[in-house]
């Protein structure tokens, strides 16, 4: 027999923990440098008009460049999320984002500072986003022996 409905609630969206946890850092690098790599073989072999400069073009400018911007904004989402906000700061680095991707080596340094003059320790979250404070209490008690002996 198979159970057609779940035996516990299901939760409203609103009510989920949020995990906005994610290769957001990756993403922005290697969208950087892909687009720093395109650009210059746009601007130092590609001859303009051709089919391949206007692809290579298309690929920097409209799906590189947005995905840095979408990368950056993401990760300012997971620090407001454990702590940290980056302020208003974080829509002219993705504005900028979407003419220069590079502009993320900026935010890189920035992102840095913030977490290392914050509280909130990024490398203690668990697996989950959120702060494992039970991990390591110091409070270790000796589980009850079988046989009654303390």
Do not use: C
Not at 86 to 91: D, F, M, R, T
């Amino acid at each position: 027999m198979t159970l057609v409905f779940r035996n516990e609630p299901v939760l409203h969206p609103e009510d989920r923990e949020t995990d906005e946890s994610g290769p957001w850092l990756p993403i922005l690098v290697a969208s950087a440098v892909a687009w720093l790599a395109l650009f210059a073989l746009d601007y130092r072999l590609l001859s303009e008009g051709t089919f391949l400069w206007a692809t290579v073009k298309s690929l920097y400018t409209l799906i590189l460049a947005p995905l840095a911007a979408a990368a950056l904004l993401q990760d300012t989402r997971f620090l407001g999320v454990e702590g940290i906000e980056v302020g208003p700061a974080k829509w002219a680095y993705a504005l900028i984002a979407v003419i220069v991707p590079p502009i993320g080596a900026v935010y890189l340094a920035h992102r840095h500072w913030l977490v290392s003059n914050s509280p909130v320790d990024l490398d203690a979250a668990g697996e989950d986003g959120t702060d494992d404070e039970s991990a390591d209490t110091g409070d270790e008690t000796k589980p009850a022996s079988p046989d009654g002996d303390d």
